[in-house]
């Protein structure tokens, strides 16, 4: 028996022999729980089972839950209970801080909807183009799933109506604060129909929160669970330190070199996992992708293939994944590293099992360190950090597994004519034997001379550009408040590109994080686009790798931190050296440090809402 968590882990989890429900007993129209059948669980969740029956029974509910613990099905399954798919209107509406969330939690409802006919969800973000979602709003989309500010976009256009809005949720409440969509949150509770129904899940209940559920909620049932976590005893585990644009040539060179029999790579979203797929299939890999889209049969056909050694690599999200056992799978690829440390645990979970040991790799990228020291608190245990394989080691590997097979091939014996051949060559080019063996290996293992010198050398530039990077996290002076962690300057150390000017600073309670999720969210930015972020009293400055259009400029100016708009426009240089801080550099550019700045509650109020005011400083989130 498994319980359902589509967000992570098996965490929270009943065993046979202490579970006293299961999917069965909690009162799922048939379609919902034959696609949760189909995903092979029977046992809910401890979230699962309390909020479930809870929301069929039409209550609003509090949720105090860490994604890992089953939240996206202990709201998703009812919410799909209460619309009616021959309504061609948006009746459920899922309000989450980020696209990367928003993707995720879309494509899990689209699991669970698989055997309701007629029903369809769209996600709405940031960065995507507008009139796709906009003909999906039309067509009558009966779930939405989006951030706030695309939302009030398309509230705004008139293209999303909430008029027939039966079920509304609000997804990871704290973060939403704390990314400062307060001001958002509230006109989209505001514009709702006042007899609706409300799951607001957070993973802490903070005053605000509380303000929150008091005001938009009535009576709601309060549910508060802990995350569990097991460790993978049996898995060694280990981490690189990979830049994003080496990912993919990261892992075919770690494929390559690999004795494990079948591997499985998990990414955070379907599209991440089809490109993924689609890359390593083009190297020549024997690979296959599943995601929550693709249908049961299908699944069911690759993981067969899996098994039967007719496939060596499975490319898959964490949902898609779950219920998977194959005993070939000998080591799992982490191409994005989870964020929550309980979905670590479920993805290495896939190895080392009944008994098998295996190997875990996790590819973090240099302002992920902080996602591993996470994980490495949750499990108890210090991961291994390893090099990525080099060009030659892959070509070195190749050829330790041909010699490792001459004996065998000698002692099958009829190697006469082979024989005959190599001595007319060496007595036609006077070839030294070992040289001409050489040769012999290296065309065997496709290493073809020139080319090869030329990725290594390409390779050995990348190694030491991470290596210097590592000693320039670990020299950076620590500050009190950060625990113990080194403080970066920027997203990417090597991002050289275009400055940009915010209208918002450390006045307004504006912090990197709120920044960095406006720019990915309403700017579809990501991570790797970003480099360093200055904030001062009252403004910011952000460095963008690659100059942004007028459509995207005017998207992001509109976006909202702190509950004021970005408003943002290429900067005009920086002031003369020695003008303060109150609007200018300070000399070298860098803003001034200064005491800290009081604090101001923050909350979904009408008067505006905004993260808690710091010192000013200079850092990436």
Known sequence: MTSLDTSAPESAQNTPETAATTFADLGLPAPLLRAVLDLGFTVPSSIQERAIPALLSGSDITGVAQTGTGKTAAFGLPMLAAIDPSVRQTQALVLTPTRELAMQVAEAIETFAKHMDGLEVVPVYGGS??????????RGAQVV?????????????????????????????????????AEDVEKVFGMAPTERQVALFSATMPPQIRRVAQHHLRQPVEISVSRQSSTVTAVTQQFAVVPFRHKIGSLVRVLATSDAEAAIVFCRTRGAAEEVGSALIERGISAATISGDV?????????????????????????AARGLDVDRLGLVVNFDIPGEPEAYVHR?????RAGRTG?????????????????????????????????ADVSAYKVRQLLGKVTERHEAGRLSMYQELVREHLDTHGTDPVELAAVLAALAVGDDGPKAREEEALFEAQRAEARETRRR????????????????S?????????RYRLSVGHTHGAQPSGIVGALTNEGGLSGKDLGKIDIFPSFSLVDIVKPLDEATIDRISRARVAGKALRIKLDDGPAPRGANAGGHSAPGGRPRNSAPAGRREAGFDRQGAGAERKPRFRTGS
């Open 129 to 138: 183009p507008y009139q796709p979602q906009v003909r999906s709003l039309s």
């Open 145 to 181: 799933v989006g951030t706030p500010g695309r939302v009030i976009d398309h509230l705004e256009r008139g293209t999303l109506k909430l008029d027939g809005i039966r079920f509304l949720v609000l997804d990871e409440a704290d973060e939403m604060l704390r990314m400062g969509f």
């Open 295 to 319: 249908a049961q049969k299908d699944r069911e056909k690759i993981v067969e293939r899996l098994r039967a050694g007719a496939l060596d690599v499975l490319v898959a999200t964490d949902v």
């Open 348 to 352: 290495i979970g896939r190895t080392g």
């Open 359 to 391: 190997v875990a790799l996790s590819f973090v990228t240099p302002s992920e360190r902080g996602r591993l020291k996470s994980i490495e608190r949750t499990i108890r245990q210090q991961l291994t950090e390893i090099e990525i394989p080099s060009p």
């Open 473 to 488: 996290d670990e020299r950076a002076p620590r500050r009190e408040g950060d625990s113990g962690r080194p403080q970066r």
């Open 490 to 498: 920027g997203i990417r150390r090597d991002a050289v590109g275009t």
